[in-house]
């Protein structure tokens, strides 16, 4: 078959094809457009999940009447003032939007320039245009897409339900809102208002955070932390979950390049290596992050969709992020997520009991806003006490509580998580605080005291080892030696001793000391199992915490062990000054807080 030049048309159509895939898409380049003509206010009207009507109106500096003929025109922008690509600093620069929706659909554009006193109109439909006609519009600019894909009827086949496409479209404006909150965004589907934010104004404390708290929910807002970290000419701001606020897939972690919602695969496996320590596999955090650098230094002409971007220095980048999000994780110490105190209430609470509370008051709030400073301990204990070093050392025998116990702590009601007061069924901690009360599993918190410490040692001086009077032999299935001994040198540095011992068996010479007395067999068994699950997967770095991570689980308090009165408080008080305390190393809570008004409003006393 012969070579041949396409029509004009047809490669028109080619083209929209890779930038205009459904109707959220045509609403994302539009809704780009407004925002870099300066708009304070964007509505966004669809029908019929934007089949048949998409229109967006703006109050930005509009068009007159040239500029309108030539914006029809495939690869005519005026965002770009040079040819130089590493420059950009707008959403959009193809000069292909309005051409591409043009080429599959009925549009017409209305505009009126913020310095004419007239307004202009054009009609394309499917890719031809019609001659500009005199028309009425306040200034900005107003773009109506009828019968979107009526040119190319076989993408229709590919559209989801209308309430899908909606969906799609809602979480594009709403990423396009959390990156300008100085901008007012409005969403109608079908007669009915779907987002409707409100432009940010100068007297509000943080703008964005109001904004980000109107999109993913008041739980975000209430348990987030602030980040603001800044790596040679990159700076990275914005908010994150903490841990135990977690979703089962990552659609609420929202990443933003210079203004420009994003979904790189680079910055998500930052975020999720930055969590790898205080959150299960299976599940995600959420995040708002906001990385500027300089235009130079991010490549955004990667996809049309520009969804898509490169670093000059991912290294570093990626180092920023992991960095400052594990700072700001460390920092937050015990703190967890208001939401395990609702979620506990709402499991109490009967699903007929109407609700009193009122708009002001959260059900299982605890009263704080974990951006405000960290907590400082106005009566420290010893850093560390040897009970909780060594589990060894704990009581085997549970104390009842008496003024003589509770007086050895006379102001512990005053700290964070409360003066001990009792505990229920050998494994939960029960705590009275100023305003409240402190369930702890003890056996969560003692794991993740004893895994921090354990990291702890390991950068600093190693981990310290406690030689086996009789060494163990321990039996593993097939290949588990294999596992452990390939990582001998690794298990040595957190004070584990291995040998191979015959086939399909090692011996234990040493363990580290810091775990006193264990099931040397079930830790040993286990080791091997997350070794050959892991294999080359991790770093060295990360293979060790996991590793850790195990280790620790072994080493702590068990569930169902007596703990005396002073013996609980010190595990609140270490709890109070460890780091990432407020989750265990699986990512589950180590406590749950509720408060007064809480509990007396679960018994009809409020």
Known sequence: MAIRVLPTTTVNRIAAGEVIERPASAVKELVENAID????????????????????TDDGYGMNREDLSLAIERHATSKLDSEDLLQIETLGFRGEALPSIASVSRMTVTSRAIDSREAWSIVVEAGEARDTEPAALATGTRVEVRDLFYATPARLKFLKSARSEIQFARDVVSRLAMARSDVGFGL??????????????????????????????????????????????????????????????????????????VRDRLLLGAVRGAYADVLARDRNPLVALFLDLPPSEVDVNVHPTKAEVRFRDAAMIRALIVGSLRRALADAGHLASTSVGSTMLDAFRPHDMPEKSGPAETLGSMGRSVTQPSYVNPHPQPEHTDAMINPNSLGEELSEPSARDISEYPEAN?????????????????????????????HAAHERLVYERMKSALEQTGVARQGLLIPEVVELSEGGPEHLLARADDLAKLGLIIEPFGPGAVVVREVPALLGEIDIQGLIRDLADDLEEIGEAFGLQESLFHVCATLACHGSVRAGRNLTVPEMNALLRDMETTARSGQCNHGRPTYVELRLADIERLFGRR
Not at 37 to 56: C, H, S
Not at 199 to 216: E, I, Q
Not at 227 to 254: F, K, M, V
């Open 37 to 56: 003509a300066g708009a304070r206010k964007i509505e966004v009207a669809m029908n019929d999940g934007g089949r048949t009507f998409i229109a967006v």
């Open 188 to 261: 109608i589907s079908d007669g009915r208002a779907l987002v409707r934010l409100d432009r940010g104004g100068d007297d509000m404390l943080d703008p964005r955070l109001a904004r980000l708290s109107a999109v993913m929910g008041k739980d975000f807002a209430d348990n987030s932390l602030a980040i603001d970290a800044t790596r040679e000419e990159a700076r990275l701001t914005g908010y994150i979950g903490l841990p135990t606020l977690n979703r089962a897939t990552a659609r609420a972690q929202y990443l933003f390049v210079n203004g420009r919602p």
């Open 414 to 442: 005053e700290y964070p998580l409360g003066a001990a007061r009792g505990q229920v069924h050998g494994t939960y901690i029960i705590s009275q605080t100023r305003d409240g009360l402190v369930i702890v599993d003890q």
